[in-house]
Structures are given as C-alpha cells and as structure tokens.
C-alpha cells in the first residue's frame, strides 16, 4: 500500500506562483513514475507532469515553460512549482503512482487562480 498526501494548493492571482508538494508512505520499493495531474470542472482529468527514479520530467504542452517538477527521492516527495498560473490552471491537483502494477492517487488538492 501506498499513501499519497499532497499540500500547498490555495488561491492565487493570475501570474502568480504556487508550490504543490506530494509526499508517499509506505510500500515504496517498486515506484518508478510519479506524475501531476489536473481536473477542471466539466472537464477530464488530464496529465500535467511525469517525473521518472531519474529526475526526467515530461510536460504537457499547456503547462511546460511555466511550471516545474521536481522528484526528491530520499524524501519521497514530488514537487510541482507553477509560476505565471493563469485562471484557465484552476483544477483540483492530483499526484499518482504506480507500485507493483497499482495505481495510487492523493486525495487532490484545489488550485484556483483567480482575480
């Protein structure tokens, strides 16, 4: 089993920043990906960031350029850092893993970029 808990999610202006942090427990042997991922109202839950062991991150297209992932392994901890947030990055925030063939979401956390 795995546990995910994610922070740092709030209300922020546009073109302001915001740090998320996910922080796993447990049965961490055999997580290699951790990803980011967003849902807006009305809409699907869609990838923002994959983060591999190795510190390599993938991006989707809306998002790279302004904002960053980081992977902390002797933490457990993944970071995302959005800067310039735009109202359109409102969602509830979601960090993923996938261990021994399971996938294990967070609870989500609530960003709302707003004026």
């Known amino acids: 089993q795995v546990q995910l808990v994610e922070s740092g999610g709030g209300l922020v202006q546009p073109g302001g920043s915001l740090r998320l942090s996910c922080a796993a427990s447990?049965?961490?042997?055999?997580?290699?990906?951790m990803s980011w991922y967003r849902q807006a109202p009305g809409k699907q839950r869609g990838l923002v960031a994959d983060?591999?062991?190795?510190?390599?991150?993938n991006y989707a297209d809306s998002v790279e350029g302004r904002l960053t992932s980081a992977r902390d392994n002797a933490k457990n901890t993944v970071y995302l850092q959005m800067n310039s947030l735009k109202p359109e990055d409102t969602a509830v925030y979601y960090c993923?893993?996938?261990?021994?063939?399971?996938?294990?979401w967070g609870q989500g956390t609530q960003v709302t970029v707003s004026s």
């Open positions: 983060i591999s062991s190795g510190g390599i991150t």
């Open positions: 447990g049965n961490l042997f055999s997580i290699n990906v």
């Open positions: 993923k893993c996938i261990e021994r063939n399971q996938d294990y």
